[in-house]
């Protein structure tokens, strides 16, 4: 199943909404890749394997389920998530990009790919699937904001 959706960060016509940067924005988008448990409660563990300036390879572990990914970043323009073949579980992928259309009006485009093919049988799953994953977006975009509101997106990149 693969599935897009845009999440807009910054509204030039909606006062009430903070604007975040696009440092601020690029800072909280790797913080979830760094620290997911902030953003993610029912993961229970998250260990880093490797780090450099733009690959960071972990170990995610929900319950009895290990999850080994990788992630690359590229810096100030997106966050790609790749998860090979393991077990039970298909190669898939998340895309994060930043848009930027005109200057400060800041959009998050989440693009996945599940490794599975959108059949009939699945309809009702895929669909509750893209809910699930849209919803979850949102908030990762709700958590940077409250880290920004917090300050905890001010440092250096």
């Known amino acids: 199943m693969q599935f897009q959706h845009l999440v807009e960060i910054n509204d030039p016509l909606n006062p009430l909404i903070d604007t975040l940067t696009r440092d601020q924005l690029w800072r909280g988008l790797v913080m979830r890749a760094e620290a997911p448990k902030l953003f993610i409660p029912w993961l229970d563990e998250c260990k880093l394997l490797s780090r450099s300036e733009d690959v960071i390879a972990r170990t995610l572990r929900y319950g009895e389920l290990l999850v080994h990914d990788r992630v690359n970043l590229t810096p100030l323009q997106q966050v790609h ?13 998340l895309l994060i990009t930043i848009e930027e259309p ?5 959009f998050v485009r989440f693009a ?12 009702f799953y895929n669909e509750f699937r893209r809910s699930a994953y ?4 949102i908030d990762t975009i709700r958590i940077i904001r409250q880290l920004a509101e917090e300050g905890r997106l001010d440092l250096p990149v």
Do not use: F, R
Not at 102 to 106: E, Q, T, V
Not at 112 to 123: K, N, Q, R, V
Not at 134 to 137: G, I, L
């Open 81 to 93: 998530y790749d998860v090979p073949a393991q077990e039970d579980i298909p190669a898939s992928s």
């Open 102 to 106: 005109s200057p400060g009006a800041l």
């Open 112 to 123: 996945y790919d599940t490794g599975t093919t959108d059949d009939d049988m699945d309809a």
């Open 134 to 137: 849209q919803e979850a977006d």
